[in-house]
């Protein structure tokens, strides 16, 4: 495979949200045969199963962005120890209706920054819990539980030196990871 398509779905719709800027910064320490594409989900109606039947049209963008990618990077927050609601609900419309998962076989990752200490372990694993049940094979090693603190990012929104050695780490296992479940 020549270019690896990655669709990063970020968890929070703040304007000025760490995780967003996590992922902008993070896709930087990627081979340049990795290409990654923030799937939008601020758009998507709070999931219903009575509109399985007639999607929404931001609801099939979103399932057809899923479907293209090759893999998937999760950045999210932590929301009371938990995934947000907008990440859960863009999930759900995905992997609706039952049977037409769009999330299915695709490698992922996951991270995300918070201003506390452990980060947001307890989101990501919430998360690793649904993906597991969606047959989204996850990158279970090195686990990225980013403290949002001063030096995070650099002055031109790159990841900052302190923690460049640690990302770079965790983006190559990521790739590596991808590129040994697509493979198989």
Known sequence: MNTYNIAVIVGSLRK????????????????????????????????????????????????????????????????NRSIPGVLKNAIDHASRPYGQSAWAGKPAGILGASIGVIGTAMAQQHLRNILAYLDVPTLGQPEAFIQMKDGLFDETGSIGPASREFLQGWMDRYVAWVKKVLDQ
Do not use: C
């Open 16 to 79: 000025d949200s760490f995780n967003r800027r996590l992922a902008d910064a993070i896709v930087k320490l990627a081979p340049p045969e990795f290409s990654f594409k923030q799937a939008r989900i601020n758009d998507l109606p709070l999931y219903n199963q009575d509109d399985d039947a007639n999607q929404a049209e931001p609801v099939k963008r979103l399932k057809k962005e899923i479907k293209d990618a090759h893999g998937l990077l999760f950045v999210t927050p932590e929301y």
